[in-house]
């Protein structure tokens, strides 16, 4: 087994009977998610942040993660977290917005936040040709970051680049989520810079158009690039997930 990343282990913080369950992004880790789960822990909640398979570790290892294994590791974290809590919301930050909303369309989740999460992947004329392309050119570029905070990005803890491999399951898992927001029907709070360069921000439109929930909004900020925990209006992002779970509650 290979050493997670120091500073990328996943985190938990018991609290109350609410718990939080975060969950990062493709290719980043649950530092990203920290801030966030300190945060809500400060004000009363238990919250767990996972490490999704292949994470956090050496960018080869997400090389031999498959879809199913994320979503298993979020369903690790939610069994574990129930032997706290009463009431358990997901937050998931990028792919980890789309595995929690996935999740909840097969688990009885009390509420989901999802942030700067894609309904499906910009235009490439590489993407039909994936499986086969991987055996090639088994790593692809991740392109200039859009940080607002040059202090947060230089502490930021991610792989350098994309394994080609993990990207098929990215876009395998894109389809399931895809197929599963009509059966989603927990309240929903979706969340989105308007400056994402990572993930357009009229993504957040179409996921909010095909969910089943009854209750469901969203929320637009700026100054913020794509990994909205962490940059520049991430306490803003807290406090509307916050607001959002005490509404629920």
């Not at 690790?76 to 929690?100: E, H, P, T, Y």
């Not at 994936?130 to 088994?138: A, D, E, T, V």
């Not at 392109?143 to 202090?151: A, K, L, Q, S, Y």
């Not at 921000?201 to 100054?223: C, D, H, R, T, V």
Request: proline share 7%.
């Amino acid at each position: 087994m290979n050493q997670i990343i120091p500073g990328a282990e996943p985190f938990f913080f018991p609290g109350g009977s609410t718990g939080c369950l975060l969950v990062h992004g493709f290719t980043g880790t649950p530092k990203e998610m920290r801030a966030m789960g300190e945060y809500l822990h400060q004000r009363g909640f238990s919250v767990l942040g996972v490490r999704l398979t292949g994470h956090a570790t050496r960018p080869e290892d997400l090389q031999r993660a498959r879809w199913q294994d994320w979503l298993l590791s979020v369903e690790d974290g939610w069994q574990l977290l129930k032997g706290v809590a009463d009431r358990i919301f997901v937050c998931g930050l990028s792919m980890g917005g789309i595995l929690a909303l996935s999740f909840a369309a097969r688990f009885p989740v009390d509420g989901v936040v999802a942030m700067s999460t894609p309904y499906e992947l910009p235009p490439d004329p590489r993407l039909p040709y994936i499986r086969f392309l991987y055996h090639l050119q088994p790593r692809m570029d991740k392109g200039e970051p859009d940080w607002f905070d040059p202090e947060v990005a230089k502490g930021h803890i991610d792989y350098s680049y994309y394994p080609t491999r993990a990207i098929m399951e990215l876009v395998e898992l894109l389809k399931l989520l895809r197929t599963n927001l009509p059966q989603v029907t927990a309240p929903v709070l979706l969340i989105h810079s308007k400056d994402d360069q990572g993930v357009a921000p009229e993504n957040m439109e179409k996921i909010y158009a095909a969910l089943g929930s009854q209750q469901k909004a969203m929320l637009w900020i700026e100054n913020s690039g794509h990994a909205i925990t962490c940059d520049q209006q991430r306490t803003q992002v807290f406090k509307a997930a916050y607001d959002f779970i005490q509404n629920c509650s």
